[in-house]
């Protein structure tokens, strides 16, 4: 999983209310994204950031919000206004150099997965 | 819009074997594609990236070829064994943003001794 860490493992929400998935990595990667996958679908951009104190919306950015106040860390806020919330959430990260200077990989922590109680 | 088609149902094949999984694509010219192998329950992990302007990419029992003319991959694996047993997902960079990329649904791939 290469220097990256999520938790918790499981998390379990309520309905109503708004839970925090961790992502914290280690690399010096300036780059960090928010995927969720779902069963026989492909990961899904929720939110990434190219640099610390900014972030753009994804692909399904609706019922998320994220910060970005520290390089190394990129909290993921599973909001109320998500109405189907449960599936398996990826962070990941990049090294910053771009298409140019070889970072096109991503780094994968080890997941998330949010349940519905 | 931009699209991944990876080959939705299972490829069960015998140990030793070689494994060949397909990535098409549609609608854009991406500057590279990547392979990602992901365990049940686990984060993917980066196996190969190759660029636009190259054919083949190798590594170890891996192979990877790129055919910008038919927007395919296909990615071999030789002397295949249980242990290769996983989901492979193709990526590509995303049309004028290659920081972000499009993943596939994957391939599972069962290899039985």
């Known amino acids: 999983d290469g220097g990256i860490t999520q938790s918790p493992k499981y998390l379990f929400r309520k309905e109503g209310q708004n839970v925090t998935l961790s992502c914290e990595q280690n690399?010096?990667?300036?780059?960090m994204y928010w995927y969720r996958q779902d069963p026989g679908q492909g990961l899904r951009l929720i939110y990434y950031s190219q640099i610390v104190n900014d972030f753009q919306k994804g692909d399904i950015a609706e019922g998320y919000s994220v910060s970005r106040e520290k390089k190394e860390s990129f909290p993921l806020t599973v909001t109320s206004a998500q109405k189907n919330p449960t599936a398996f959430y990826l962070c990941?990260?990049?090294?910053?150099?771009?298409?140019?200077?070889?970072?096109?990989?991503?780094?994968f922590g080890p997941g998330t997965r949010l349940l519905v109680l | 819009s931009q699209k991944i088609e990876q080959n939705s149902e299972a490829l069960n094949i015998q140990e030793g074997k070689t494994a060949t999984l397909t990535c098409n694509y549609t609608n854009y010219s991406p500057a590279y594609l990547q392979w990602y192998r992901q365990d049940p329950g686990r984060g993917p992990v980066f196996l190969l990236l190759i660029r636009e302007n190259e054919k083949e990419k190798r590594k170890e029992r891996l192979k990877v070829t790129f055919d910008t003319t038919l927007k395919q991959s296909l990615f071999h694996i030789t002397a295949s064994q249980p242990a290769d047993s996983a989901t492979y997902l193709c990526a590509l960079d995303k049309q004028y943003n290659t920081d972000k990329l499009i993943f596939g649904t994957g391939t599972r791939l069962q290899v039985f001794p």
């Open positions: 990941a990260s990049k090294d910053s150099r771009g298409a140019s200077g070889g970072g096109e990989t991503q780094y």
């Open positions: 690399l010096n990667h300036d780059a």
